[in-house]
Structures are given as structure tokens and as C-alpha cells.
């Protein structure tokens, strides 16, 4: 059954429609409702297509991808893909029902995975298959303004609907895009929410941008490092979306951070001229918090040098994906001690309550725990 095409509302519609004649075609003189309604990124994506050339009536081609190509770009990316398809296929089932479906790409724009598409093989099926594919390019250079190429030259989310892609053959589209940052805060990726000829969902904006976090604190858990930092302002509730993550090596350099930390702790890594260490941040010795580490304290609270104050979860750190690649292995043993210590720590020290969680007597954890102690295992 054909899709049926949705337009935007009659007013949005034709708002859109002037902007593109005043920002596009130059119409003079200048109309500020148009303009007015559409956000800045656009128009400066608009200009960048215009200074580069383009006309809004050149064709768009999607070039076709070899399978070697699409193998290799992926492959490059494999860190980044495996981090991020959980989220992908969460994505794929909140949005299921709206015929939107979601693209990640790497820095340069270029696919590397695909969520589920909506099915059937009518004109939006085909329209989705064009760009759905890893090794696409759909960075600015290549199809002009859109939410990829936008989020990924502002580096920030957005969303863009229909007219406000640059070229008429992409203005079936309908996306929201959310930039990706890696540990040390440099820009490596984006993901992409798009639709062809849906409804507008603005509010995907926001549900591309917590997706997009929820990959980058993915990718930072991975990270091999000695300590990992949850961190929290005192008395605010923690989640996914809020909650700092800071690593740091044996020496006490820091080695990542997700978005959250860098901000609590206004210092953006990939932009620093020298390697930042514990110190620098924390008025508090290193060795401190390795010592709550193994003891499993729950919530410290530490000063900062800046006066502030911040909640901090220590836990040891090394992912078991770096430990593979340091040629080591965890014993089968010392992984049961940290799930049993992680149980105590999450029931804030009740080994009843933790006993009962893992359905074992506390005399077993009790005897588990204390093995660890006397082998010699951080505790």
C-alpha cells in the first residue's frame, strides 16, 4: 500500500518555504516571519551549500557502496558500533510505530550502522533504503543540509524537517541528530533519527541526544583504566543522563570523561595543552580514593580546587574487553568476589540484604568476601 505523504502544517509550511526564498533565492527585501523560523544551524548549513556552489534543484545522489568498502568503514568503527547498537535497538522499539528509524555515522558523516527499517517496498521504502546503508555518504559535502551533516559541523542536536534540508530531492526527510564525543571529548560520530514522509516529531531531538549519551557513557565504561569515577552533586539524584564518569590511570592521569564530568568539572579533555592528573581537579590525595575502591564505600564527598564540592562512587576500573587486550583474564573467582562485593555495596553494607539479592546465605558471602581479602584481591 502507497504511503501516504504528510505534510507540515499549512503555517509552518509556508514559513519554511519563505525562508528558503530569502535565504536561498535571495528575495528582497527580507521577510523576517520566514527567516524567523528556522534555527540558525540551517541557515549557516544553507550558506555553506551556497558558497560551495550548490543550487537546490541538483540532483542527489546516495553512490552506491561496495561491500568491501561498507566491511572496512564498519570495521574501523567497531568500538563505536558495538557501544552504540544496544541503544540502537532500544531506539528501534520506542520509535517502531512512527516509521522513523535510526542512522549512526562516523565524524565524516558516513554510515556504520543501521536500526531497524519500517517495512513494506512503497516510495518511502526506497527513499529509506538510499541512505540506509554502511558506507553511504551522508555528511553536508555530500546531500547538503541535514541533520547529520548539521549536528555534526555544530556539534550540537538538532532537527530539521522536510523544506529544511537544503535539496529538493532530500526534502522528504524528516531528522533529528545528536553529535557522539569520545573519552577524551573529541567529536567521533553522530546519531540519526529520520523519517521519509512523517509526521514531525521535534521531540525526537531530545530522545536522540539522551540515546546519544547513553553511547558515549557505553564507550567510556569500556575504557581500560585503574579507577572509575561516578560522580553527582551532593544531594542530586543520579542518572544516566546526569551522572559524571571520569577515568584514571594507575598514575592518576585522567584518560576520559563523558560529556556530564567535563562540564561539572569545566574541564573539556581533547581542548587541554597538557595531560590533566587527579590532582588538579581533586583536593584530596589519589590514594584515597583507591582505598575506597577496595573497601567499597558507597559515596565519598570530595572538594574540588575550585571550592565546589562533588559526590564520588569510586569502583576499579579495566572493562573486561581491555583486559583481553592487556592478555589477561580475570579469574572465573575474583569475578564472583566483585559481583558479591557490588551487591554489598548496592544494599550500603546490609550483607542480609545483599545475601538475599543473590540468593545465597550470608555465611557465603561473608566467606567469599573474606577469600578475597586473604588472597590478596582489591576489596
Same mark, same amino acid.
Given at each position: 500500500?502507497?504511503?501516504?505523504?504528510?505534510?507540515p502544517p499549512?503555517? $509552518?509550511?509556508?514559513?519554511?518555504?519563505?525562508?528558503?526564498?530569502?535565504?536561498?533565492?535571495g528575495?528582497?527585501?527580507?521577510?523576517?516571519?520566514?527567516?524567523?523560523?528556522?534555527d540558525s544551524?540551517?541557515?549557516r548549513?544553507?550558506q555553506?551549500c551556497?558558497?560551495?556552489?550548490? *543550487?537546490?534543484?541538483?540532483?542527489?545522489s546516495?553512490?552506491?557502496?561496495?561491500r568491501?568498502?561498507?566491511?572496512?568503514?564498519?570495521?574501523?568503527?567497531r568500538?563505536l558500533v558495538?557501544a552504540?547498537?544496544?541503544v540502537i535497538?532500544r531506539? #528501534?522499539r520506542?520509535?517502531a510505530?512512527t $516509521?522513523?528509524?535510526?542512522?549512526l555515522?562516523?565524524?565524516?558523516?558516513?554510515?556504520i550502522?543501521?536500526?531497524?527499517l519500517?517495512g513494506g517496498?512503497?516510495a518511502?521504502s526506497?527513499?529509506?533504503?538510499?541512505i540506509? *546503508?554502511? /558506507?553511504v555518504? !551522508?555528511?553536508e559535502r555530500?546531500?547538503?543540509t541535514?541533520?547529520?551533516?548539521?549536528?555534526l559541523?555544530?556539534? &550540537?542536536s538538532?532537527?530539521?524537517?522536510?523544506?529544511e534540508h537544503?535539496?529538493?530531492?532530500t526534502?522528504?526527510?524528516?531528522?533529528? /541528530?545528536?553529535?557522539?564525543?569520545?573519552p577524551?571529548?573529541d567529536c567521533?560520530g553522530?546519531?540519526?533519527?529520520?523519517?521519509?514522509q512523517v509526521?514531525e516529531?521535534?521531540?525526537?531531538?531530545h !530522545?536522540?541526544t539522551l540515546?546519544?549519551r547513553?553511547?558515549?557513557?557505553?564507550?567510556?565504561?569500556r575504557?581500560?583504566?585503574?579507577?572509575? !569515577?561516578?560522580l553527582?552533586w551532593p544531594? #542530586?539524584?543520579?542518572s544516566e543522563?546526569?551522572e559524571?564518569l571520569?577515568c584514571?590511570?594507575?598514575?592518576g592521569g585522567i584518560?576520559?570523561?563523558n560529556a556530564?564530568a $567535563?562540564q561539572?568539572?569545566?574541564?573539556?579533555?581533547a581542548r587541554?595543552?597538557?595531560?590533566?592528573n587527579?590532582?588538579d581537579?581533586?583536593?584530596?590525595p589519589?590514594?584515597?580514593?583507591f582505598?575506597?575502591?577496595?573497601r567499597?564505600?558507597a559515596v565519598?564527598?570530595v572538594?574540588l580546587w575550585?571550592g565546589? *564540592?562533588?559526590?564520588?562512587?569510586?569502583?576499579?576500573?579495566g572493562?573486561? &574487553?581491555?583486559?583481553?587486550?592487556?592478555?589477561?583474564?580475570?579469574?572465573?573467582?575474583?569475578v564472583?568476589?566483585?559481583?558479591?562485593r557490588k551487591?554489598v555495596?548496592d544494599a550500603r553494607?546490609n550483607?542480609a540484604?545483599?545475601a $538475599?539479592?543473590?540468593?545465597?546465605?550470608?555465611?557465603?558471602v561473608?566467606?567469599?568476601l573474606?577469600?578475597?581479602?586473604?588472597? /590478596?584481591?582489591?576489596d
Amino acid at each position: 500500500m502507497p504511503a501516504t505523504v504528510v505534510s507540515p502544517p499549512p503555517e $509552518r509550511s509556508l514559513a519554511i518555504a519563505q525562508a528558503r526564498r530569502e535565504l536561498i533565492e535571495g528575495e528582497s527585501p527580507p521577510r523576517a516571519r520566514g527567516a524567523a523560523c528556522v534555527d540558525s544551524w540551517i541557515t549557516r548549513s544553507w550558506q555553506r551549500c551556497i558558497e560551495a556552489g550548490r *543550487r537546490p534543484q541538483q540532483r542527489v545522489s546516495f553512490d552506491p557502496v561496495s561491500r568491501a568498502a561498507g566491511c572496512d568503514v564498519a570495521e574501523h568503527n567497531r568500538a563505536l558500533v558495538s557501544a552504540a547498537r544496544p541503544v540502537i535497538d532500544r531506539l #528501534s522499539r520506542a520509535i517502531a510505530d512512527t $516509521r522513523y528509524f535510526a542512522i549512526l555515522t562516523n565524524a565524516d558523516g558516513v554510515v556504520i550502522d543501521v536500526g531497524n527499517l519500517p517495512g513494506g517496498v512503497d516510495a518511502a521504502s526506497r527513499h529509506a533504503r538510499d541512505i540506509a *546503508r554502511v /558506507g553511504v555518504d !551522508l555528511s553536508e559535502r555530500a546531500i547538503g543540509t541535514s541533520a547529520i551533516g548539521t549536528a555534526l559541523a555544530e556539534q &550540537e542536536s538538532v532537527w530539521l524537517h522536510r523544506g529544511e534540508h537544503f535539496f529538493d530531492d532530500t526534502s522528504v526527510y524528516s531528522c533529528a /541528530g545528536a553529535p557522539l564525543f569520545g573519552p577524551r571529548g573529541d567529536c567521533i560520530g553522530m546519531l540519526d533519527l529520520t523519517g521519509v514522509q512523517v509526521v514531525e516529531r521535534p521531540e525526537l531531538r531530545h !530522545l536522540a541526544t539522551l540515546s546519544a549519551r547513553s553511547i558515549e557513557n557505553m564507550l567510556l565504561i569500556r575504557e581500560p583504566c585503574e579507577l572509575l !569515577l561516578h560522580l553527582a552533586w551532593p544531594g #542530586s539524584p543520579s542518572s544516566e543522563a546526569t551522572e559524571g564518569l571520569l577515568c584514571i590511570d594507575a598514575g592518576g592521569g585522567i584518560t576520559g570523561a563523558n560529556a556530564a564530568a $567535563r562540564q561539572m568539572l569545566h574541564q573539556p579533555l581533547a581542548r587541554c595543552e597538557h595531560a590533566l592528573n587527579f590532582n588538579d581537579l581533586f583536593a584530596l590525595p589519589l590514594h584515597m580514593m583507591f582505598d575506597a575502591a577496595r573497601r567499597g564505600d558507597a559515596v565519598l564527598e570530595v572538594p574540588l580546587w575550585s571550592g565546589l *564540592r562533588v559526590q564520588a562512587r569510586p569502583r576499579r576500573g579495566g572493562s573486561s &574487553e581491555g583486559a583481553s587486550a592487556s592478555g589477561t583474564r580475570p579469574r572465573l573467582r575474583d569475578v564472583e568476589t566483585e559481583l558479591i562485593r557490588k551487591a554489598v555495596t548496592d544494599a550500603r553494607g546490609n550483607v542480609a540484604e545483599a545475601a $538475599r539479592a543473590l540468593g545465597i546465605s550470608r555465611a557465603t558471602v561473608y566467606r567469599k568476601l573474606w577469600r578475597g581479602r586473604s588472597a /590478596g584481591m582489591p576489596d
